[in-house]
């Protein structure tokens, strides 16, 4: 009788500690966003918590939390390298202040194009940016797009780096940006992208820079309707979680979350394309002036305070500028 009641024990151990272990492993993670509803980082993030769940049958799950709801993207940041959130969808702006490598991209015209961004991230330039984003605890799945950032005002068109001079301009928290503003003449006024509509509204800065989806779905065209198509920063999104989870994670389960976040780029891309264009003749339609720069080497003479301070600061990154540089 009480070997039956030993082996009885032992089975209710047994039960319970594989119950606990699927718990465990099955644990539910959170995903930050700062997008809206119907954007397309948004519906790929979604995409992505479908397939993971579906690759993995239902071992590895995705909560997404959207439009910012768990905290500014700074914050957002933090979290994830600590390990408060475990997944999140972040500009490289923000984490350039925190990784070296990472603010690599937020050099004004670093890049000559998108095409030339998808490159050098698919090359070595990007492992040593992914190298470097590993070591601050944010491991990257996939690579998001973001298109190309241009200046947008309610005063004039920016035609030539003068128009800059004397405005007051919202960048991202990096002060590289703040840097790019003030060799145009510009007053940098960092804050966060929430406060820019009012801002803008009233009068507390003149302009702002953003892509054409960002610059739509915020209505910043309704306040400031003169669009300069200047390009300065092509700065992709990244899609990444907290090291130490990923180290946690079995070769099978690391290899099924970052398919599902690459597949899930893919869409994200597509769609960037479509809302990219659709944003455009939105705005256009709405009777925003767009003025083109088709010379742009003003602007980046005017840059080389910036690279300089930059190289200054971080002499060992020389190499990766001029590796990306090189990329043809």
């Not at 090359?123 to 590993?134: I, P, S």
């Not at 339609?285 to 742009?296: Q, R």
Request: neutral net charge; aromatic residues 8%; proline residues 6%.
């Amino acid at each position: 009788m009480k070997h039956l009641k030993r082996i009885g024990l032992f089975v209710a151990t047994v039960v319970l500690i594989i119950g606990f272990s699927v718990s465990v492993q099955a644990k539910e993670w959170r995903g930050w966003n700062i997008h809206v509803a119907g954007y397309p980082n948004t519906v790929a993030m979604d995409k992505f918590a479908e397939l993971l769940s579906e690759k993995s049958g239902g071992k590895m799950t995705l909560k997404m939390y959207h439009s910012g709801t768990l905290g500014s993207q700074p914050d957002a940041i933090e979290q994830v390298r600590i390990g408060g959130l475990e997944i999140g969808n972040f500009n490289m702006g923000p984490i350039g202040p925190i990784v070296p490598e990472a603010n690599v991209v937020s050099l004004p015209f670093i890049f000559k194009d998108v095409d030339h961004m998808w490159r050098v991230l698919d090359g070595e330039a990007g492992k040593m940016m992914e190298a470097g984003l590993a070591k601050k605890g944010l491991v990257t799945l996939a690579w998001y797009d973001a298109g190309a950032r241009s200046f947008y005002n309610s005063k004039k068109p920016i035609e030539a780096p003068a128009d800059v001079g004397g405005m007051k301009v919202r960048v991202m928290n990096n002060d590289l940006y703040s840097g790019m503003i003030s060799a145009l003449g510009g007053n940098p006024s960092p804050m966060a992208f929430a406060e820019v509509y009012q801002s803008l509204k009233t009068g507390v800065v003149d302009g702002a820079e953003n892509n054409w989806p960002s610059y739509e779905s915020t209505g910043h065209y309704e306040v400031a309707p003169i669009y300069s198509n200047s390009q300065h920063l092509i700065i992709p999104e990244i899609v990444c979680i907290n090291a130490d989870v990923w180290k946690s994670l079995s070769p099978e389960d690391q290899k099924i979350l970052k398919e599902a976040a690459q597949e899930s780029a893919i869409l994200q891309r597509d769609l960037w394309k479509k809302r990219e264009k659709a944003s455009e003749e939105k705005v256009l339609a709405a009777g925003v002036k767009l003025n083109e720069i088709p010379d742009k080497s003003a602007f980046q003479a005017a840059m080389k305070p910036v690279y300089d301070k930059y190289l200054k600061d971080n002499p060992d990154l020389k190499p990766l500028v001029e590796l990306i540089q090189a990329t043809p």
